[in-house]
């Protein structure tokens, strides 16, 4: 596969990241950017199409913050078929709700929480 080289600028905090995440996992910087960039276009092209979906979202939020999450999800209606919450040892709450329904509303729930959370992921699953 033909691979085409371009300029990119990192914070510096984001760089040191980036670095120590390659050398975690035995990749150089090319090879884990090229992986996050493959993981984040799949996750955002499943959107593209509007579609009934389903699948689920895991998403870390501070503890705080859980007050607006239970809301989000309560007016969710029929989207949200199964919620488990947890508590990390940090003080996170996190959420794995499984969703189904059209492409656009989960999506538009997808954004809402990830507007508060510190990770929010949606991975469809197989249909």
Do not use: Q
């Amino acid at each position: 596969m033909k691979k085409r080289r371009f300029g990119i600028s990192l914070d510096e905090d984001l760089f040191e990241e980036l670095d120590r995440a390659a050398r975690a996992i035995g990749a150089d910087r090319s090879r884990l950017i090229s992986l996050a960039t493959r993981e984040y276009l799949v996750e955002r092209i499943h959107f593209e199409r509007v579609h009934e979906c389903e699948g689920v979202l895991v998403a870390s939020y501070p503890a705080e913050s859980k007050g607006e999450v239970d809301k989000l999800l309560e007016n969710s209606g029929s989207l949200v078929l199964s919620r488990s919450h947890f508590h990390s040892r940090g003080g996170c709450c996190v959420e794995v709700i499984y969703l189904r329904g059209s492409s656009d509303s989960v999506w538009s729930l997808h954004a809402a929480i990830g507007r508060i959370c510190r990770a929010c992921r949606y991975i469809p699953t197989c249909l």
